[in-house]
């Protein structure tokens, strides 16, 4: 089990599981479909989630699939004054940005950003100096090595959990020799990003590996193509099979979620951990009064 987790400022104590809620600063998401493009659509997603008990939200400029090219500049105007207008309304909030550009790191951690995501696997090696210099947190996932905003096609591994720990604990020992605290670095498998549905499914069966380690562990499983693939599910009915891997996953001991759905997933894995000795119920009266 992994220990207590710091970003930035933010103090995150060891036996805490955090919801991470996604809100997209892009027109052409595959789950909102541009629902929070504009800005205030954005903020209103934030005051939101915060209210369901999101303690981080993750804010994105560029969708992850193949699309029009959007450039650093682009990408930090969508971004960058979001993320201040954030910081100011939600002190307490921990933010973190989904990039793979060093550049875009750097203003977004100037703007008040905790954390940067790396959906990308290091794609800029130069993300980790950024985190570094700002005392950022940072997501170091397995992506077997894609290129950025590309669909895996025929992408075939001799050993998956081989190449997902190598690449992961590579990233990650490269962000500490960076400089990153090491209660600041986060290992991800990257559902779906460098893996077709069996890929997936063997990485959710096989968490625990990646538990092992002792690296605190992201999972990014809402509305995934491999939950939708393997039930059959177009996007907007994958919540349920998004909550039995959810489920799966907080029993192996994942401790960040990113999500579309907060309550259900929060109370996915609170009921978990309640099963597993690891929670108390709130209440408990029945058959003692």
């Known amino acids: 089990m992994s ?13 805490a599981d955090l919801m991470m809620a996604i809100v997209n600063r892009t027109p052409d998401s595959f789950f909102d479909k541009g629902a929070t493009w ?38 930090r105007a969508r971004v960058v004054d979001f993320v201040a207008r954030v910081r100011a309304s939600f002190p307490d909030l921990v933010i973190s940005v989904d990039t793979w550009r060093a550049s875009v790191g750097a203003a977004v951690c100037e703007a ?32 077997g090595g894609v290129t950025p905003r590309t669909r895996p096609y025929r992408i075939e591994y001799a050993d998956l959990m081989g190449s997902v720990l190598s690449d992961c604990l590579g990233y990650a020992e490269r962000a500490l020799a960076a400089g990153v605290a090491r209660e600041s670095i986060v290992i991800d498998p990257a559902h779906d990003f460098g893996k077709n549905t ?18 605190p562990v992201l999972v990014s499983l809402s509305n995934k193509d491999f939950v939708g693939e393997t039930l059959g599910m177009e996007v907007g009915d994958r919540l349920i099979g998004t909550l039995a891997a959810t489920a799966w996953c907080a029993q192996a001991g994942a401790r960040i979620y990113r999500v579309h759905q907060v309550t259900e997933t929060r109370q996915t894995v609170d009921m978990v951990a309640s099963i597993a000795g690891r929670r108390p119920p709130l209440r408990a009266i029945r058959g003692i009064q």
């Open 198 to 215: 069996f890929h997936s499914l063997e990485v959710t069966r096989r968490l625990g590996e990646m538990v092992e380690t002792g690296w």
């Open 112 to 143: 008040g950003a905790d954390i940067l995501n790396d959906a990308w696997g290091g794609a800029d090696p130069e993300l980790v100096d950024v985190a570094a210099q700002y005392d950022a947190g940072i997501i170091c996932t397995h992506t």
């Open 3 to 15: 220990g207590p987790m710091r970003f930035r400022r933010h103090h995150v104590d060891a036996d």
């Open 38 to 75: 504009a800005e205030d659509a954005a903020f209103a997603r934030v005051e939101s989630v915060v209210a369901e008990g999101a303690e981080i939200v993750d804010i994105g400029g560029i969708k992850a699939a193949p699309g029009v090219e959007i450039g650093p500049e682009e990408e």
